[in-house]
């Protein structure tokens, strides 16, 4: 992944774009620091489709239906303490 500074892309942006096109994704950096990577429309639509939604996943999990699973805290406020 090519990185380009924030000055750069902006005085390069179709130059940026069709590197994006053909290359894949572009990471853009301001003061030394990665900011952003620029993708390409059709991979971010990819990765925007493959999301589900919390309820989703949650009902895939291999314990949805466990009836006796616990989930209750304990009730013991101190730690042990321990000696270095």
Known sequence: MRQWQVQEAKAKLSELL???AQRGPQ???YHG????VVISRAQYDQMASSQESLVTFVQRS???GIEELDLS???VRSRRS???
């Open 18 to 20: 069709e590197a994006v």
């Open 62 to 64: 291999p314990l949805a």
């Open 73 to 75: 805290r304990s009730k």
């Open 33 to 36: 620091r990665s900011a952003a």
């Open 27 to 29: 990471e853009i950096t």
């Open 82 to 84: 321990v000696s270095l």
